[in-house]
């Protein structure tokens, strides 16, 4: 998924879940940093103090891309979540352990991943957490049938638009997109990039398309984004009302229909292919007071001055350096960048370290 769903969308299921505004704002902005936060390592202060933080996502082009370690610990977690075949913890899918790291939506992991946000929805990163347990869920939805490392099982191939985009334009951007692998690389990676859905370029990610492929199997696969982000944001909302509740157990009612229709409208009718620009227009209709709560002024800003690393750290650097000093001061503890890499910290821990062993899957 990309920022229009993971920030503008989000932020309306939000607020239909029954969160006020300051809440669904950090929720949004926490889902959509999963995809911005690239920058790791450990922060100085010129009081001797010290933060180190992780990253929960690279570059599209990062070499990154192709270390395995690096895949374990970043698309895993936060992109990829495994979905063991959809079976339940002792349980394995056939096919060997790759068949487990295949993300599904909303398989028993997923469950227990806003399970555990939930229960633990008392500390001062929790609702933080909870925007970057909403991505992770999301992604199982959108993502699923790839898994977040480089093997055959992303390898998928006779991509097909049905009645989006006529196949003279699919093939010149699957050839673009190999093009530029290829300048990055210096070399094909085979006929496609076998790592999540980089052969599938954007189309899982854009909620009007319809599309089909044959995978690894040779099977077709036929997928309706609209249908899928529209239960994706069901299932969202739902979560997020559990949580207000205290209760992962509570039997709750989700979206309401006129919620559903005006985030279905918008899925249909917004279709620009950069993310960018559809989550301007989800802004749009939130600062105009299409969605039935009162019209806000909404924005993002991952870097740079009004962003929340600026607040924190007053930089405007896209990458810190080692050398880097920053100024402190005592409310950098109480700040939403630094309650972000909290919660980024205790989201992976729990996943990598609980959450998967449970499943018989060992990350790194």
Not at 153 to 160: C, E, S, W, Y
Request: include cysteine; hydrophobic fraction near 35%.
């Amino acid at each position: 998924m990309q920022i229009d769903f993971h920030h503008g969308a989000t932020y309306v299921i939000a607020r239909y879940a029954g969160f006020d505004h300051p809440q669904a704002e950090i929720i949004a902005y926490c889902s959509q940093y999963v995809d911005d936060a690239t920058n790791s390592g450990t922060l100085t202060f010129d009081v001797g103090a010290m933060y180190h933080h992780i990253s929960s996502s690279h570059n599209t082009f990062d070499y990154s891309n192709f270390d395995e370690l690096s895949n374990h610990q970043v698309w895993i977690p936060f992109h990829f979540l495994p979905g063991n075949g959809q079976n339940p913890a002792g349980e394995n899918p056939d096919g060997g352990f790759i068949e487990k790291l295949i993300c599904l939506p909303d398989s028993p992991i997923a469950q227990e991943m806003v399970r555990e946000c939930i229960v633990n929805n008392n500390k001062p990163y929790s609702l933080h957490r909870l925007g970057i347990t909403l991505h992770v869920y999301a992604d199982t939805w959108a993502h699923q049938g790839f898994a977040g490392v480089i093997h055959k099982v992303n390898d998928i191939h006779a991509l097909d638009e049905n009645g989006n985009q006529d196949n003279d334009f699919l093939a010149k951007k699957t050839h673009f997109f190999k093009g530029i692998i290829d300048q990055v690389t210096g070399r094909f990676i085979g006929d496609t990039l076998p790592l999540g859905h980089g052969a599938a370029l954007s189309l899982p990610d854009q909620p009007f398309l319809k599309w089909s492929y044959s995978d690894y199997k040779g099977q077709v696969v036929k997928r309706d984004n609209t249908a899928l982000f529209l239960d994706a944001a069901d299932n969202m909302c739902k979560a997020m009302q559990r949580y207000q509740l205290n209760n992962p157990d509570a039997l709750v009612k989700g979206l309401p229909q006129s919620g559903k229709d005006k985030i279905k409208a918008l899925f249909l009718s917004l279709t620009n292919e950069e993310g960018d620009v559809r989550n301007q227009e989800w802004l749009d209709k939130i600062g105009s007071g299409y969605f039935d709560f009162t019209a806000v002024k909404l924005d993002y800003q991952a870097k740079g001055y009004e962003s929340w690393k600026y607040n924190a750290l007053k930089t405007t650097k896209l990458t810190e350096s080692n050398t880097d000093i920053f100024p402190y001061n005592d409310s950098f503890l109480k700040s939403d960048w630094k309650m972000f890499h909290d919660a980024l910290q205790a989201h992976h821990f729990f996943v990598i370290h609980d959450l998967l062993p449970k499943y018989g899957i060992c990350a790194a």
